[in-house]
Nanobody
């Protein structure tokens, strides 16, 4: 059974940091590109960051470039999103996504609130 479990969201002040985690199971994690998306209330889901399978090249939305870092640990079947210098506009539900072999899997989401 394929599972992506997102965690690490919470309330943070502007300028603060959070680290999101995504635990994957039920598929060959190392064969899949991993991505983070986010969706704010009333807005469409948008791409945030991606990391390739092999090589693990990284890609970022312009809005988070230089502030967010995506990494993966193939030994632990985990993908992370380190978020620094958070802004109110970063507030959203963040979703982990696994893409590859014609499959597209999604986590349940973890909410990030940026507020003073």
């Amino acid at each position: 059974q394929v599972q992506l479990v997102d965690s690490g969201g919470g309330l943070v002040q502007p300028g603060g940091s959070l680290r999101l985690s995504c635990a994957a199971s039920g598929f060959t994690f190392s064969d899949y590109a991993m991505r983070w998306y986010r969706q704010a209330p009333g807005k469409e889901r948008e791409f945030v960051a991606a990391i390739g399978a092999n090589p693990p090249s990284t890609y970022y939305a312009d809005s988070v470039k230089g502030r967010f870092t995506i990494t993966r640990d193939n030994d632990k079947n985990m993908v992370y999103l380190e978020m620094n210098n958070l802004k109110p506009e970063d507030a959203a539900v963040y979703y982990c996504n696994a893409w590859g072999s014609g499959n597209d899997y999604w986590g349940q989401g973890t909410q990030v609130i940026v507020s003073s």
